[in-house]
Each structure stands twice: as C-alpha cells, then as structure tokens.
C-alpha cells in the first residue's frame, strides 16, 4: 500500500511540473535546477573575473582559467554538506587530469604581476588571489552554487586534457549566476503583497512621566 502511495505521488508530481512546462534536470538538490546558464565569455568579459590593467589576450584568458580553478577549489570547502555532489573528488581529479593547463596559467599571472607589480609583486599577487576566492563566497544562495559547481567539476572530468580554458570560457558565466539566490523551478511562489496600515498612535495615558510605556486602560464601550 505504501509502494502504491509513494508511485502516485511520484505521478502527481510528475503532471504538476508536466502542466507547468518543466522537466528534471538531473540534479541532487532541486526537483528541477533553476535555469543560471549564460553565455560564453573571454577573459576581458567584465564583472567575471578581477580585472588586470593592459593585460594581454594570453594574461586575461589565465586570468579566466584560475578564477574557474578558485571556484572549484571553493565549492570544494563549502559544499562537503551532501557528498553525493563530490565537489572534493571532482576538484582534486580536476588539479590531476588539467595540471599542464593549470601550471600554464599560474606561470602566466605569476610573469604578469612581477611585471605589473614591481617589488610588490608578490603582496599583489596573494591579494588577487584572496579576492578572487572570496568572490565566490556565497550562504543565500549555496544550494545553487554547489550544484552547478558540481556539474562543472563533472565536466572537467569527462573533456580531454587540454580543454579546461575551453570549460572556463562556456561555463564561467553560469557559475557567476548561480551566486544569485533562487528557488527550486517546480515550486516558484509569486510574492504577495499585504496591505499595512499605520498603527494608531497610543493614548497620553498610555505613557508614565518618564515617556515608557505602560498598561493602557481598557477602552470604554461607546453607547449605540
């Protein structure tokens, strides 16, 4: 009997999100993932990545690289609430399968900033570093970000050696966009609105002479 309740649930939800035009994603957390998907960027898209003053093409795509490799390395530390998403496997498999890339990239940003930064370099470097760690820092909207983290770090595993720019640069946006809060897609609430009004003010007799409130006396029922 239970099996039966569990198989008509599962049908009712089923024509529920049928009728509202969804379908599941796949995904861990979400009846059906909420749509962050964005288009592809390079490593001069503003507002993806920290930006880096006259870099070159080679400088701003390294840049976009290791800001995908922040956000990884992220999801990696904050997103161990539900192993199932393997952020830590998928992370760790990431730095082994792409090391070539990655190693290419932080030689690249390390030639930038001794360039750029002077004897401070180093000072500058780590602060770049930092900042962009804490850009993906995210509590609202957790749940999103892990997920799509995750299916990011299960991509990097699937692509060959050697195409880990390339998943930065079609996925880069979609991980900035689940840092905003959403809901699941199979149950979008519409927000309301309730009408408040100003509450009356109290009477005088309401206050002491100090101005603190005090018990108010009942009001007296007006004669009809």
């Not at 861990?28 to 962050?36: E, G, R, T």
């Not at 192993?83 to 082994?96: E, K």
């Amino acid at each position: 009997m239970a099996f039966r309740s569990h198989r008509w649930l599962g049908a009712v939800v089923g024509g529920m999100m049928a009728a509202a035009g969804l379908s599941p994603a796949g995904a861990y957390l979400f009846w059906v993932k909420p749509q962050v998907a964005g288009t592809p960027a390079t490593g001069g898209a503003a507002g993806l990545v920290l930006p880096l003053a006259n870099a070159t093409p080679k400088e701003m795509q390294a840049n976009l690289l290791w800001t995908l490799r922040a956000g990884l390395n992220v999801a990696a530390l904050q997103c161990q609430f539900n192993p199932a998403l393997r952020t830590v496997a998928n992370y760790n498999n990431m730095l082994h399968q792409h090391a070539a890339e990655l190693q290419a990239a932080y030689a690249t940003l390390t030639a930038y900033f001794k360039h750029a930064g002077g004897k401070t370099w180093q000072a500058k470097f780590d602060q770049y570093v930092t900042s962009t760690y804490n850009s993906f820092s995210t509590l609202q909207a957790q749940r999103i970000f892990c997920e799509t983290a995750a299916s990011i770090g299960r991509e990097t595993m699937i692509r060959p050696r050697g195409q880990l720019e390339k998943i930065a640069e079609e996925r880069i946006r979609e991980l900035r966009n689940s840092l905003v809060p959403v809901g699941d897609a199979a149950f979008t609430v519409l927000p309301g609105r309730i009408a408040m009004s100003d509450p009356a003010p109290l009477s005088p007799v309401c206050f002491d002479k100090k101005g603190r409130v005090k018990k108010c006396p009942e009001p007296k029922n007006k004669r009809r």
